[in-house]
């Protein structure tokens, strides 16, 4: 594809719902990360994929943030029982590697009421 | 990665070049330096990065000073889309993007 997309691009969800992000990387790219940003701040990085192995989950802000890449190419980022702290832009970035500049998505803004 | 100061904001005129400076005092030998905007309500775009070599591309030059303390990010003639948050980012490579507060350019017609 000619860049990396996210979808949905909006999402509200009620306090205790599940939601799933989905991004969609460059084409080819291998290495594929996780960002969150809050309003009025830079991004902050949650997590890291090379092909399909999770390598750095180190950014993710508690167990009920879990991210997948099953075939190394589309990755979901799952919030179980949202809480209104995880109201913020999530952000997808993709690389052909790890070393390689990261190209970002347009994000998916969550808002939780 | 080393941390990074930048100027909260800043004004250019159109047409103008905007030259954004960028302080990294502490970084190390293997840390590149890149540069991302953000423009409200998008994600983050790349614009260029370098190691010790000043470089150009379409969108802007990178000056990095000779001990690599420092370094200024120019867009030479400046246009009101150039409006955005730039961050200013030193990476070891292979390591995820450590953002800062950036500085809020404002381009003036």
């Known amino acids: 594809g000619a860049g990396v997309s996210q979808s949905p691009r909006y999402k509200v969800a009620k306090r205790g719902q599940d939601v799933a992000l989905r991004c969609d990387p460059i084409s080819g790219h291998v290495s594929l990360f996780w960002y969150q940003q809050a309003l009025g701040q830079g991004p902050e990085f949650l997590t890291y994929f090379q092909n399909e192995a999770q390598l750095d989950k180190s950014g993710l802000p508690s167990d009920r943030f879990f991210a997948e890449r099953p075939e190394g190419s589309v990755s979901t980022l799952k919030i179980q029982r949202t809480q209104q702290e995880d109201s913020a832009v999530y952000l997808c970035?993709?690389?052909?590697?790890?070393?390689?500049?990261?190209?970002f998505g347009p994000g998916t803004r969550l808002l939780v009421l | 990665d080393a941390k990074t100061t930048q100027p909260t904001s800043m004004d250019c005129a159109e047409g103008r070049a905007a030259n954004l400076p960028c302080n990294h005092s502490?970084?190390?030998?293997?840390?590149?330096v890149y540069w991302y905007r953000q423009i409200h309500s998008q994600g983050p775009q790349y614009i260029i990065h370098?190691?010790?070599n000043n470089e150009t591309n379409e969108m802007a030059s990178l000056i990095i000073t000779e001990d690599r303390k420092s370094s200024t990010l120019i867009l030479p003639h400046a246009t009101l889309r150039d409006t955005a948050v730039y961050y200013c980012i030193v990476r070891v490579a292979a390591r995820q993007l450590t953002f800062g507060s950036g500085t809020q350019l404002t381009v003036l017609p």
């Open positions: 370098g190691l010790k």
């Open positions: 502490t970084i190390s030998g293997n840390e590149y």
């Open positions: 970035a993709s690389s052909f590697q790890i070393q390689e500049t990261q190209y």
